[in-house]
Structure formats: structure tokens, C-alpha cells
């Protein structure tokens, strides 16, 4: 079965630090990544997908299929960046099932 | 911006007794599902629903658990005889296509079994 690991359960960094928050999956198809943020007192919301290879609120991430990963990345961390971040895969279609499986989540905290 | 709603927020019920958690998904929104948190652990899925029907569900989704779509806005899950490990937060989301579009989540209804 697919799996998505999040190895660090919080991660505390200085305002304008860089940030990386590591995702790991394990499935040895094409699946379709994830990033959904939870910021305080909000619901859960997607903030960026591999496919869309896209830059939001500062953020990147790139598949490697090499390693397995989908780390999230910003260069400049910020306070507003504070919150608990999901990394989440789905099979896609050559895996048949297009549910996304989370990992347990990294908090993120931006210290000013 | 449309936004799934859930209620109640807080749901606390005694050990045996059935719950039913309720969602209003977007409303042109086709794929509906949910998932649960339980404290300090990741989020799982349940149960995935579309056109009336069970698509996909998981291997906690056992013959305790049901889905419904009683009318045209509401997705119901009814939890039977609860357990205290039932404790956990519940997710409704919403999705137009299945096919990679994102998942639009509710706040969450945080059950408590005591």
C-alpha cells in the first residue's frame, strides 16, 4: 500500500530563515503529489500540486522520483507562514484510485 | 468563496450511543468523502461517495460506520454504537471531478466519546 511520511513533527525556524518541510512516499507507480496547509483556526486547503509545477505564497516543491520525495521549500520563511503543513498522494490514474493518502503532518513555526 | 460547512462543531456522546455528523458539500461539487483525525495521528480516509453511491472506502469504514445523501445538500455519517477509539476529528470534503482536482475540506466536527 502507498505511504506518505512527514519525519519531522515540527519544525521551528527564525523569520527570513530558509524553510524545508520533507515528504517521503513509498509507491513505485506515478502518483500525483500534494501540499495542503491548516493554518490556525482554518480549514484544511490545498496550497500547491507537482503537476502544476507552480509557486505559491513563496513555496516550491518538486517530485523526485529518485528519492521518493516531495519536499516543500521556501527561501524566506515568514510569520504568516506559521501552521501545520499535510503532505498528501493519490495514485493517479495508472494507480486507479485518485484518494489522497496524508502523512501525519509537519508544524511549521515562524518565530519573528 | 463556497465552503463546505459542517456541524455540529463539538459532538460529545456516551459510549454505545449513534452519532450522526453532518456536511454540506459545494454545491456543484459531484465527489464527496470523509476522513478522520484522530489526536496526534494523520489524517484518514474513510469513505469516498459519488453519484449516490460508495466509490471507495477504507478498512476503518466497517459496518459501523454508514454514508448518506438524504436530500440534495446534506452528507451524513452515522457512526453506530460509538466507541471511546471513535474519538477523533471528522472531515468532510468535496471535490467537481475525482480526477486530481483538490479536495475542498469542512471545518471538522471533533467527536468525543467518553
Known sequence: AQRVTQPEKLLSVFKGAPVELKCNYSYSGSPELFWYVQYSRQRLQLLLRHISRESIKGFTADLNKGETSFHLKKPFAQEEDSAMYYCALTLGPSGGSYIPTFGRGTSLIVHP | ?114
Open chain 2, 1 to 114: 468563496e463556497p465552503e463546505v460547512t459542517q456541524t455540529p462543531s463539538h459532538q460529545v456522546t456516551q459510549m454505545g450511543q449513534e452519532v450522526i455528523l453532518r456536511c454540506v458539500p459545494i454545491s456543484n461539487h459531484l465527489y464527496f468523502y470523509w476522513y478522520r483525525q484522530i489526536l496526534g495521528q494523520k489524517v484518514e480516509f474513510l469513505v469516498s461517495f459519488y453519484n449516490n453511491e460508495i466509490s471507495e472506502k477504507s478498512e476503518i469504514f466497517d459496518d459501523q460506520f454508514s454514508v448518506e445523501r438524504p436530500d440534495g445538500s446534506n452528507f451524513t455519517l452515522k457512526i453506530r454504537s460509538t466507541k471511546l477509539e471513535d474519538s477523533a476529528m471528522y472531515f468532510c470534503a468535496s471535490s467537481e471531478l475525482i480526477a486530481g482536482s483538490p479536495l475542498h475540506f469542512g471545518n471538522g466536527t471533533r467527536l468525543t466519546v467518553t
